[in-house]
């Protein structure tokens, strides 16, 4: 008879017992998988959710600050430096090394127009980029879709006061320029500036503002579960001489840094608890090997060897590892599903690759708690057994 097959019919015959050292396994198993799939799914959750933050790199000229002082009282300051970036410019971003992270690159054209009410803030925009940047923003009427059309949006603070709806025409003027528009909507609150601006198609506010080929910033959104946006913004300003780009990721970085210490935490107490299954796992079969004390001597007495009796012991803690870490892959994954909801989180998906990693150290687990066992069956003196039979 095979060795394996010795192990299994042992397995069924105490199968009890063995299912204690099995469950062991399947808690510790579990915990890591549900630490590990839950805090994923948390990661990805913020990252998500900083992608509704807008940008996270802002491109300006750089300009500097000469303080104004006459005597010892300050008159304020003056900025010198170009003010406007060559929106041919703007291509050469895509040239970074890191360029396979850039979602979203903006450009804006800002400006102040009179609308006869009094002086307005306009904001020039790329159409097709800031619509996918201010994806949050809830419009009344229809997005701008004509890149050279008279339309405009309104925020929510210029379109009340002005008693403008979406239908309407506003006339805004600049250096002689008067541009007839449609108001294509309104945009709702979003508590940030644009609900005080005019947003316009780019091409229009350059015209009215006479500033062709100019942008006064670029917003730029970057993918970044793995990349470095400190990074990109020294790419960038590398790349493009005389501009400053701010890394706007803090916000993002410091939730990140709170996620990962409770994931520490989380999986030095699951790391704890494989400790614990480890030893549960050598307690049930040292207790096993007790309770086999004759058969184990009868069969060294009929010519099984050291090898033989230390292989059978291992089998058998590899096959509790495999039970285990199988089925607590399943369960730690369900487990998942059921945290992930309470924290907030997004619905975790079923980490595959976690299953070869969790059997494996299941059955290192299982290997690990037979040594002492093993060492217990050596032991055993076939004379002495026989004589006790």
């Keep these: 008879m095979r060795l394996y097959s010795v192990v ?3 397995i069924f015959r105490r199968k009890n017992k063995l299912a204690i050292a099995i469950l062991g396994v399947i808690v510790a198993t579990s915990a890591i ?3 590990v799939t839950t805090f994923s799914a948390a990661t990805d959750s913020l990252y998500e959710e900083s992608a509704n933050f807008g940008a996270n790199i802002i491109v300006r000229p750089q300009t500097e600050s000469i303080p ?6 300050s008159m304020g300051s003056i900025s010198t430096g170009e003010n406007y970036i060559e929106q041919s410019e703007i291509t050469r971003i895509y040239d970074i090394e890191n360029n396979a992270n850039l979602a979203v690159v903006a450009p804006r054209l800002y400006g102040v127009a009179e609308s006869g009410e009094g002086n307005i803030i306009v904001m020039g925009v790329d159409l097709e980029q800031e619509k996918i940047l201010k994806s949050w923003w809830n419009i009344n009427g229809e997005w701008l879709s004509d890149p050279e059309g008279m339309q405009v949006l309104l925020g929510k603070d210029i379109a009340t006061p002005l008693g403008l709806t979406t239908g309407s025409t506003l006339v805004l003027e600049k250096n002689g320029i008067i541009m007839d528009l449609e108001v294509k909507g309104i945009i709702e609150s979003t508590g940030g500036e644009e609900d005080g601006y005019i947003v316009m198609p780019l091409l229009l506010s350059q015209k009215l503002f006479d500033k062709e080929g100019k942008v006064s910033s670029i917003e730029i959104r970057a993918l970044c579960n793995d990349c470095p946006v400190s990074e990109m ?8 001489p005389g501009v400053e780009a701010r890394a706007m990721s ?3 970085q410091s939730e ?3 996620i990962e210490h409770t994931r520490t935490s989380a999986m030095a107490v699951s790391f704890i608890t494989l400790l614990v299954s480890t030893l549960t796992v050598a307690s049930t079969m040292l207790a096993s090997v007790n309770e086999k004390i004759r058969e184990i001597g009868i069969m060294r007495a009929i010519g099984a060897n050291d090898r ?3 292989t059978m012991l291992f089998i058998e803690g590899a096959v509790i590892g495999m039970i285990g870490g199988g089925i607590g892959f399943s369960s730690g994954t369900l487990l998942s599903y059921s945290i992930a909801p309470l924290l907030n989180f997004a619905e975790p998906s079923p980490m ?3 299953l070869p990693l969790v059997t494996g150290i299941s059955v290192a687990v299982g290997l690990v708690a037979s040594i002492l066992p093993a060492k217990r069956a050596l032991k055993i003196d076939p004379a002495e057994v026989l004589r006790s039979v």
Excluded: F, H, P, Y
């Excluded at 104004?68 to 009282?73: D, E, F, P, R, Y």
């Excluded at 913004?233 to 493009?240: A, G, N, T």
């Design 352 to 354: 595959w690759v976690l």
């Design 250 to 252: 803090q916000i993002v």
């Design 233 to 240: 913004s020294r790419q960038i300003e590398e790349i493009l």
């Design 256 to 258: 990140m840094a709170m």
């Design 33 to 35: 998988v549900a630490v």
């Design 68 to 73: 104004l002082i006459a005597g010892s009282t």
């Design 8 to 10: 299994l019919k042992d």
């Design 308 to 310: 033989q009796v230390i």
